[in-house]
């Protein structure tokens, strides 16, 4: 397949020339951050939702995607008169470092006129993500957010916000996350990851210079990520055991073909993927997601990254999420009640598994509308306001 459309947009970005300093100790010379923005900043700048995305997720929170011209990823959540309000709420969503829609990653030059990255993008991590969106945040004029939203990587990301800009966040709320990758979380990533390392095209990460891509490595990758998105329940009763054509099952054993519906599904999840994301960026962030351990510098106490926090927290969880199940949400929940902080911890009853926080959840809007609308009484938004 020839090379990623996504290098081909131009994307409304903030460039920092005085770079960014990561956690492994190396300095990105220039930073470049991707974003959009949703509603109107109030006069006193005291409105601000920053949206942080999920690993595959992008700035285009609340519009039609430039490259696949999809409808936002985020559509029941963020809008007009929705939960983020944006005739309330100035939304904030930038695409994350190591991306691949316009933020430094990868895919970008690490010098004018040199080849891309690739593999040699340094290591990062999700508090290397907050940092570069911390100088978006600065950059736009605000000194306090009032709230942070996201899921899963998203939900890490509001917790980082959270640990390591603590005054500058009003309102915190994670979604269907954990305060660390679990072993089982790490071992699927891995997966994915050998599989693009196992395709002829991706020449060692610089398959730049060739114009093609690791697409059978990134589409495995991808379909294997997206069972775990998924539940048991979804996929039984989407696609149960029904058959791909009309091919009986002698036939289609004989012609080796797409057997069943769910198998077919996953191709196409895996083709399109391959269109708009890219190999070196998806091996980028997942190991970002991997290193991610809030507890660890607190000899595994995840309160003590909370001390003395007066952000108010809602942490939510999805029933059938077996990607970072309700356990994790509450071990979150847990640790901030220890910190003595303000927290709400809501288990939403769902079926869908982890990507519920994504599709039609009529109680996630509503906990989200409720909690926000109570932050905003809190924190002494006029109605113009907020």
Known sequence: MDQNDSSRISHQSAVFADGLALDCGQILPSLTVAYRTYGQLNAAKSNAVLICHALTGDQYVGETHPLTGRGPWWDMVVGPGKPVDTEKYFVICANVLGGCMGTTGPMDARAPGAAPWGTDFPPITIRDMVRAQKKLIDHLGIARLF???????????????????????????????????????????????????????????????????????????????????????????????????????????ALFGDMFQVESYLQHQGSTFVRRFDANSYLTITRAMDYYDLAAEHNGDISRAFAGTRTRFCVISFSSDWLFPTRESRAIARALNKAAANVSFVEIESDKGHDAFLLDEPDLRRVLAGFLGGCAQHAGLEPSDA
């Open 147 to 253: 709230a942070v939203v996201g899921g899963s990587m998203g939900g890490m990301q509001v917790l980082e916000w959270a640990a390591t800009f603590p005054q500058m966040v009003f309102a915190a709320v994670p979604i269907a996350t954990a305060a660390y990758h679990s072993a089982q979380n790490i071992a699927f990533n891995e997966v994915g990851r050998q599989a693009i390392f196992a395709d002829p095209d991706f020449n060692a990460g610089q398959y730049y210079a060739t114009g093609r891509v690791p697409s059978g490595g990134l589409g495995v990758a991808r379909m294997v990520a997206h069972i775990t998105y998924l539940s048991e329940e979804a996929l039984s009763r989407k696609f149960g055991r029904k058959m791909q054509g009309r091919a009986a099952p002698a036939q289609a054993l």
